[in-house]
Each structure stands twice: as structure tokens, then as C-alpha cells.
């Protein structure tokens, strides 16, 4: 036992001895540490243990030319009154042990980093060490700072740190051949490409002394949470500041505003989810990286709800995400509602229960007051309380045949009753003298009603016998002229019901007679939706009652509540016949309707292509909308919205027959290339290139990527160049150089481009690559269909030319009529044309069956024989190591299923 005390006590002297001798010298002289494999851990062995992560988020990277950071790293839990800092512990061991730390990317496996540590314990390598022990084996660091290397250094640094790991692998003597430093400086090249300049982790390595006294025992090291620059685009906190709505249809498609802090694009969520005992529901918004304003704003649309049948109300949340992480910023409620089939209350209104039926004759006048009877003629205590009509305020006629109403609707004080013989209205027509003023007044009232009565009433039964012996209900409506104004409690005149309810004949009678009244606007009377009767004859698709109205004098520049003409909403229901009633009436004094935009900033024209009517669309052309006008929101084109909607035909007819501009830029600069390379859609990309759309135009967002871009290079050179400038101002002014600052440019539809096939599209190196076959992840082997290659196309193309076959023809069996006039202006028609069919998922079986039905013998050939060479190499399918080795990480499913063929 004493011989064992004896020898930790030589070992501690021994190593207070080097301890001593270490602090003397600085570490750039120490003996380089022996990289040994690691321990293998036990149950009770020792291992090393992050007790204090590093702060993940506010800590700001700095370069070289600003001086030392201002505070070290700090720890997670750090706070204004209790700092802490990374810490790390050796756990299950006593005596004594070296602790290093050492930046590594946020990547898996982890590897060094282009940035340094730099503090008090650190050496020129970036790399910090502290001895712990030997009862206290926790290393604390708390004045680590981290320096910042700009990309154009990225490669020299590298390459310096990848040879000293080798180094140690090696011995510090060893000499590297030309071709082992070739290697290196290749991996520093893919490593520099890979890594984010903008995130770093904290990797510890603690070694334990050998029996020389040697630190070469590794552990295996402790990799940190990661560590984000605050001035990068991912290291704000996730926070939703404004929403311009909170609640939207169950059935989703909603557009919402969303202001935010700074955030990524090509990184960024927003998630929509509902937490129950079930296991929850979630979804996310649909925006592509062109709705992303500035990092600050976002417009998304809303996702459908998992359950569209809801009688009532549903709360959910939403939140922001990283893709990369799990970063989540607080939730915010959000409501999805029923969703509201009867938009304009047309079928409301039609289910309206009508009147109970009534006899207005129920007894002898005067009889018994039972059931239904009344005591007199003009009302009492029986049904109705006037004689058995009822009264409705709504319906207020101006006067009251029975005369207990008067002119103006309001009520008399008393009824007076009607003289039933001659002699008697003789008597009742002569007001007796004497009396109270008063009772002089009324009673002179009520013979006047009681005579407006009696005219009324035999004025009706006229009518009655009349249209009893013609059938002409005209008759009938004549005697009820000043009642075609009267509206119920939704505002609807008898004209709106009678269309509502689709009446074609009584709204002509009802129009017939409206038109013989002078001075009269009945016909554009709104109701409460700001509806005239030509919005609801719209609406409801009768064109015969369009017409009608039309030529009786409607007038079809008025708008509903949201701004919208008879002319929007015809664009807007798709509905052809409609619209050519309209257009056959608006002449040349309604040419402005064309191109008037909506309370939405939408003109006709642009509700016509989110409904995908292609007639439609032409005829508004023909009418005189602009195809090149911009809707007032954010300056989408009629192209613009096709290339959103995805809507193919409705694009390609824009651009061949109306000829729509591919270069039209939106408010922010974006063309419909770049819509569609956002979008990833390789058959919308290869139409608008072949229609003449310029890659090389840029958009006003400026270019953020991922990793330090030439964002942090400007920084860093603006750095410098003030420094220097500062320093030849204070020697020789006179010798300051003019250095404008150059203005950061904005994104190109490569930079949007979310799968390799738009890339192989936009850009021009790639394309002059030759094309390989992509090979597919493993359980998608079996799913991958045969393909052209660019020389089995090149031939198909040549046996195409010597039969001469009809481009038209060959559009045609393909199901590609609508690109034939595209691409026939093109130097290689039948070229670009079997690449855009490729690219837009064809079948080879088609194409096959397209050139049996044309007699080409000789391409069906060479087509089989292209099928049985892919399915014999299907089994041994190889990935290139350069253009089409890899997918874009956030392609989608889809894309990656589909074969990358690059453009000749």
C-alpha cells in the first residue's frame, strides 16, 4: 500500500515539475501531443462530460483586422448577473489530465473548422488546452473568443490544418509527396465548399497521462450544440412579429403576410400543427424563396387542414422552423373556419322559406271572432290581426288597401269602418261639422285613404278580370309598378329574387316593365352585397337573363364589395358562354373594364388564368386587355401567376399566341424564370428558355447563401480598406484612393434553382458537360424508368430530319401541340422539343408508340434497343463523382425520382 502512495506522490511531483516548466515557455514550443485511437469506454471508466454548453445564439464571430472579442464565449445558462461559460468535465478519474478544445463544422462526422479559438490558452492552430487535476477535473474556458476567416482564406487554412493532422498521425518528421499534397489541398477544396462559415461546435478532447508522462491516452471527445455568428442570417432567434390575418378556410390556399426577424430562405418553415392525444397534426405553408422579402417578411399560403368537414371553428398553432435544427420560434394561434361553399348567398336565398299560406277571407265580415275570423271588415282579434293580412315592415307598400296604414307606413291612431251601402259613402265621404279639430283632421284622413282604397281596389280586380282573359300577367304587374323598388331584409329587390331563384320569364316581364317606368334606376339597385341583378345574372351562369338585362340598360361598370365588375366575375366563374354575352355588349365605351383592377389589384385578366381558361383568356386579349399588365399587389404578370399556378398550357398559349413578355420582371425584379426555377419544375424552365428568357437577369433580393458569401468578404475588405485608409490619411492625405462601394447584386434563377435538373437547364458550364445518368437511392432502383441519352437522342433527331416529319405532327402524338410553334422557330426543333418531353416526365413507352403510328420502323429500333440496354445496366448502376453526383438538399421527393438529362 505504501509502495502505491509512494509512486502517485513521484508521479504528481513529476508532473508539477513539467506543469511549472510548461508555464515558463509559450505553447508554440511545446512538444505536439501523440494522437493515439481512443480509449474504449466501459461502464465505470472514465469519459468526458459537457457540463455547460456554449451560448448557442448572440455571440458575434470577428475578424482579424477588428481586434480581440469583446468578453469570451459564454455559457448557455449565462446571465447578466451570473456568467458562465463552457465547461467540460473528466468523470470516473483521478489525477491529472489535458483538456483541448478545437472548433469542428456543425456536420456529420465533424471536421476542422477554418476558424480559430483565440483566447489565453490557445496557440497559433486555433486550438485552446488546459491541465486539470488532480482532484478537480473540470476545465472551465472562459475567455474564448472566435476568429473569423473570410472564404477567400478558407482554402490556405484548410489545407494548413489538414496537413497537421496528418502530421500527427505520421510523426512530426514526415515529408509529404507531391501527390499526398495534391490530395490534401483537393479535400481542403471539397471541405471549403461544404462548410459554413456561419456555425461552428466546440470539440474537447481530454488525454490522460501515459506511463512516460506522456497525454496520449484520448477519450473520445464531447461535441458541443452549434455555435451561430450573430450577424448570419440563422443566428437570430426565430420570432413572428405580425400577421396581416389569423384565421383562413379549412381547405386552405389562403395568402397571409407574415413579418419576422431575420431568417434564411432556403431554411426557413412555417409549421402548422395541432397538439392532441393522438399524436398531433401538422403541415406546412406553401411559399417558394422568391416570398421571402428581404429575410423580414414572408408570404405563405395556407395549408388544408387534416379534417375538411368542421361544423364549426378550429384553433391551431403556428410557428416558424429551421430545416437544418430544430429551431422553433413561439407558436401563434391560428383559426381555420368552415369552409363557405355559397360565397355570394345565392343558395342561402333560394332555401329562404316562404310565406305560411293565408286566407285572407276566413268568415262573413263581422262574424264571430273564432279561429281565423275577425269581428270585422278591416281587421280585429282574429288571424292577422287585419283582417287577416299580415303586416311586414320590410314590405311596406306606401299605402294600405284596407286603410289601416297611412301613406308614409306609420300606423293610425284608430280604424275607421268602411260605409257598406251607397248612401252610406255618400255620408261617410262628408266630414260632419263641429267637433274637436283633431277628430276633423282624422277623420278627413281616413276618407281620403278609405277613397285611395276603394281606386286601388277596383283598379286590381280590373286587372284580375283582365289577366284572366288574355293570360297576360303584364296586366297584374302594371297595377304594382311602385313596389318593384321595394327591397326584403337582405336588401334583394323582386328582380334580384326572381333571378336568384332563375325565373327567366318573369324577370323578362319584370324587365319589360321596369324599362316603361321613366327615370328610374330598378334595374341597378344593389342589395346588401352591393349586388345589382347584372352581378347575380353573372353569377348564377344565365345567359339569356345577361342579355336581357344588358340590352334593357343595366349597367355593368358597377362593382360589388370587392371591386369587382361583371367582367371580373365572369373571368373569375370561367365560364365562356357568359363572357361572350358580355363581350358582345361592351363596346368601345367599356374598353376600361378590360384592364380595371379589383379591390384585390387583380384585372379580369388575371382571374381568367388562375381559373385556367384558355378561351377565355384569348378572348380578353382580343377585347383589348393588356396580356403584359401587372396586378397592384406585386407586379405578377398573366405569365407570372401561370408559372406560380403551375398551369403549363395556360403559359405556353401566353407566350405563343398572345405573346406575353418572358422577361417581365415583378415589383421585387423577379422574371417567371425565376418562378419556376424557385418552383423546381425542369418543363416550365425549358419552355421559357426556349421562348427567350434571359438567365442572367437578376431579381432586387440580395444573394444570401448559407455559408459566408461575398456579403462577409465585403465586410472584411470594407474593414481593411477603412483601416488603411485611415492610415494613409494620417501619413500623406493627399494619397487617398477613391474607393466606391460596390452594390451587392440580387438573386438569378441559379441561385433559385431547387433541383439538379433546372440547374442542368440554367446553367451554361453544366450544359456543356456531358449527361450521365443519375443514379437513384437504392429503394428507388426498381422504380427508375428507361431514358434517352444524349446520343440515342442525337440519332432520333437525325432519323426525324431524313423522314421529314411534320414537327405539328410529331407535338400532336405526343400531347405537346402547344409547344410546336415555340420551339419550330428554333435552330433544332424536333430537338428541343423531345428534351422538354423528357424533362417533363415522358414516357419512352409513348414516344414509341407516337413513331409506330408516323411509320419510323427505324427510331422504334433504336428506341428498344435502348430499353434493353438500360434494364441490363439497371443492375449496376454507378454515381458520378461530378455533374449529377448529388441533389440539391431541399429538392423534393418528386424531383429526385425523376432521371437529370442536361440540355446538348
Known amino acids: 500500500m505504501s509502495s502505491t502512495m509512494s509512486l502517485e506522490e513521484n508521479q504528481y511531483n513529476i508532473n508539477m515539475i513539467e506543469t511549472e516548466f510548461m508555464m515558463d515557455f509559450p505553447y508554440s514550443f511545446m512538444p505536439s501531443v501523440k494522437s493515439e485511437p481512443y480509449l474504449p469506454e466501459t461502464a465505470n471508466g472514465p469519459y468526458l462530460q459537457i457540463i455547460e454548453e456554449p451560448k448557442q445564439r448572440g455571440f458575434r464571430f470577428r475578424y482579424e483586422c477588428e481586434g480581440p472579442s469583446h ?34 463544422t456543425h456536420m456529420d462526422p465533424p471536421r476542422v473548422h477554418a476558424h480559430s479559438l483565440v483566447g489565453k490558452h490557445c496557440n497559433e492552430s486555433g486550438m485552446c488546452s488546459m491541465e486539470v487535476g488532480p482532484t478537480d477535473l473540470t476545465a472551465q474556458f472562459n475567455n474564448l473568443g472566435i476568429l473569423h476567416i473570410t472564404k477567400k482564406g478558407v482554402l490556405e487554412v484548410l489545407s494548413k490544418r489538414l496537413r497537421e493532422e496528418k502530421l500527427k498521425q505520421k510523426g512530426p518528421n514526415y515529408h509529404f509527396t507531391d501527390a499526398e499534397e495534391q490530395e490534401i489541398l483537393k479535400e481542403a477544396k471539397e471541405l471549403g465548399n461544404k462548410m459554413d462559415l456561419n456555425v461552428v461546435r466546440l470539440k474537447f478532447t481530454a488525454y490522460l497521462p501515459d506511463g512516460d508522462g506522456d497525454y496520449t491516452r484520448a477519450l473520445k471527445p464531447a461535441i458541443s450544440k452549434p455555435i451561430y ?35 434564411q430562405k432556403d431554411d426557413i418553415d412555417i409549421r402548422f400543427f395541432e397538439e392532441d392525444k393522438e399524436g398531433g397534426w401538422e403541415d406546412f405553408g406553401d411559399f417558394s424563396p422568391t416570398d421571402v422579402h428581404k429575410q423580414y417578411a414572408i408570404v405563405f399560403k395556407t395549408p388544408k387542414y387534416h379534417t375538411p368537414d368542421i361544423e364549426r371553428p378550429v384553433t391551431v398553432f403556428l410557428q416558424l422552423k429551421r430545416r437544418k435544427g430544430s429551431d422553433c420560434s413561439e407558436p401563434k394561434q391560428f383559426t381555420y373556419v368552415p369552409h363557405v361553399q355559397d360565397k355570394e348567398e345565392v343558395q342561402r336565398k333560394k332555401k329562404k322559406p316562404l310565406p305560411h299560406s293565408f286566407d285572407p277571407w276566413n268568415g262573413p265580415p263581422g262574424g264571430a271572432a273564432g279561429t281565423g275570423r275577425g269581428p270585422g271588415n278591416f281587421g280585429g ?41 251607397p248612401a252610406d259613402r255618400q255620408e261617410g265621404s262628408r266630414v260632419p261639422p263641429g267637433g274637436p279639430p283633431l277628430q276633423q283632421q282624422l277623420l278627413q284622413i281616413a276618407s281620403m285613404l278609405q277613397n285611395r282604397a276603394t281606386q286601388t281596389a277596383r283598379r286590381t280586380a280590373r286587372a284580375l278580370l ?125 374598353s376600361h373594364l378590360f384592364n380595371t383592377a379589383d379591390y384585390h389589384g387583380l384585372h379580369p385578366l388575371h382571374l381568367a388564368v388562375k381559373k385556367g381558361g384558355e378561351r377565355c383568356l384569348r378572348a380578353l386579349v382580343l377585347c383589348g386587355a393588356r396580356v403584359n399588365a401587372a396586378e397592384l399587389k406585386s407586379g405578377n404578370t398573366a405569365l407570372h401567376i401561370a408559372v406560380r399556378e403551375n398551369l403549363f398550357k395556360v403559359a405556353c398559349m401566353l407566350i405563343t399566341e398572345l405573346k406575353a413578355d418572358v422577361n417581365a420582371s415583378t415589383f421585387c425584379g423577379n422574371t417567371p424564370l425565376h418562378l419556376a426555377a424557385s418552383l423546381g419544375s425542369p418543363t416550365l424552365c425549358s419552355m421559357l428558355v426556349a421562348a427567350g428568357a434571359r438567365k442572367d437577369l437578376e431579381n432586387d433580393e440580395p444573394l444570401f447563401l448559407s455559408s459566408s458569401d461575398e456579403e462577409d468578404d465585403d465586410k472584411e475588405d470594407e474593414a481593411v480598406e477603412e483601416m488603411s485608409m485611415q492610415q494613409q490619411i494620417a501619413s500623406s492625405p493627399s494619397e487617398v484612393p477613391k474607393n466606391p462601394r460596390k452594390r451587392a447584386g440580387g438573386h438569378t434563377p441559379l441561385d433559385l434553382a431547387r433541383c439538379q435538373k433546372v440547374r442542368a437547364i440554367l446553367d451554361s458550364r453544366e450544359s456543356d458537360r456531358p449527361s450521365r445518368e443519375v443514379a437513384k437511392p437504392s429503394e428507388k432502383q426498381e422504380e427508375a424508368k428507361p431514358q434517352m441519352d444524349i446520343e440515342t437522342l442525337s440519332k432520333l433527331c437525325g432519323i426525324l430530319s431524313q423522314a421529314n416529319v411534320p414537327l405539328r405532327q410529331l407535338a400532336e402524338k405526343l400531347g405537346m401541340l402547344t409547344l410546336a410553334d415555340l420551339y419550330q422557330e428554333s435552330p433544332s426543333p424536333c430537338q428541343h422539343l423531345l428534351e422538354n418531353y423528357q424533362l417533363g416526365g415522358g414516357q419512352l413507352e409513348t414516344l414509341v408508340e407516337a413513331l409506330q403510328s408516323l411509320g419510323l420502323n427505324e427510331g422504334v429500333k433504336l428506341l428498344r434497343q435502348t430499353e434493353l440496354r438500360d434494364k441490363a445496366q439497371s443492375t449496376d448502376a454507378t454515381v458520378d463523382s461530378g455533374f449529377g453526383s448529388h441533389v440539391t438538399e431541399d429538392v423534393e421527393e418528386q424531383e429526385i425520382q425523376q432521371p437529370v438529362m442536361a440540355n446538348p
Open 466 to 590: 283582365d289577366y284572366c282573359s288574355t293570360g297576360d300577367v303584364c296586366l297584374l304587374l302594371a297595377v304594382q309598378r311602385q313596389l318593384y323598388s321595394v327591397q326584403d331584409e337582405n336588401g334583394d329587390t323582386p328582380l334580384h329574387l326572381a333571378i336568384i331563384h332563375q325565373q327567366p320569364a318573369v324577370v323578362q316581364q319584370l324587365v319589360y316593365m321596369i324599362s316603361t317606368i321613366p327615370q328610374q334606376q330598378i334595374l341597378n339597385i344593389r342589395n346588401h352585397m352591393s349586388q345589382t341583378p347584372l352581378h347575380l345574372a353573372v353569377i348564377t351562369k344565365q345567359h339569356k337573363v345577361l342579355d336581357c338585362l344588358l340590352k334593357a340598360g343595366a349597367d355593368p361598370t358597377l362593382v360589388d364589395r370587392d371591386g369587382r365588375s361583371v367582367l371580373h366575375l365572369a373571368a373569375d366563374i370561367g365560364d365562356e358562354f357568359v363572357l361572350r354575352v358580355l363581350l358582345t355588349h361592351l363596346k368601345e365605351n367599356y
Open 71 to 104: 468578453g469570451g464565449l459564454p455559457g448557455a445558462s449565462s446571465e447578466k448577473n451570473k456568467k458562465t461559460y463552457p465547461t467540460v468535465k473528466v468523470c470516473n478519474y483521478m489525477g491529472y489530465a489535458r483538456v483541448e478544445v478545437q472548433l469542428v
Open 229 to 263: 455568428d450573430s450577424k448570419s442570417p440563422n443566428a437570430s432567434n426565430l420570432k413572428i412579429s405580425r400577421m396581416d390575418k389569423t384565421c383562413g378556410s379549412v381547405l386552405g390556399g389562403d395568402e397571409i403576410f407574415l413579418l419576422c426577424d431575420k431568417v
Open 381 to 421: 282579434s282574429g288571424r292577422g290581426g287585419n283582417g287577416g293580412f299580415p303586416f311586414n315592415p320590410q314590405l311596406d307598400m306606401g299605402f294600405s288597401t284596407m286603410g289601416t296604414f297611412m301613406g308614409n307606413g306609420t300606423r293610425m291612431a284608430a280604424s275607421v269602418p268602411a260605409p257598406s251601402t
